[in-house]
């Protein structure tokens, strides 16, 4: 089992940046893939950014590149998402997951492909 606590979210301007942190535990070597995902009252969960836990590899969706950035520190076993340059339209609560395996299909910004999610933290940006 593998047990994720995200944390890091709250009000900011736009334009303004905030760090979401998601705490790792459990079985953390069967972990081959972190993501962060949000979601809007209504609308589909959405892949934000992803990083193989193993090589540091990473993605970020087309919506957030340039402005997010995904990391890791397998020392702690923390997993950040630095939020820079918010817009309203980033507003969401925001998912920490834990993918263990890769099916055919597998992508990296795919719900489907994750095992494990947090319980989420909000992050509101106003205009």
């Known amino acids: 089992q593998v047990q994720l606590v995200e944390s890091g979210g709250g009000s900011v301007q736009a334009g303004g940046s905030l760090r979401l942190s998601c705490a790792v535990s459990g079985d953390t070597f069967r972990i081959r893939d972190m993501g962060w995902f949000r979601q809007v009252p209504g609308k589909k969960r959405e892949g934000v950014a992803s990083i193989v836990r193993v090589t540091g590899d990473r993605v970020h969706a087309d919506s957030v590149k340039g402005r997010f950035t995904i990391s890791q520190d397998n020392t702690q076993n923390t997993v950040y998402l630095q939020m820079n340059s918010l817009k309203p339209e980033d507003t969401a609560m925001y998912y920490c997951?834990?993918?263990?395996?890769?099916?055919?299909?597998?992508?990296?910004?795919?719900?489907?492909?994750?095992?494990?999610w947090g319980l989420g933290t909000q992050v509101t940006v106003s205009s």
């Open positions: 997951a834990a993918g263990t395996f890769r099916g055919r299909s597998w992508s990296p910004l795919s719900e489907r492909d994750y095992m494990y």
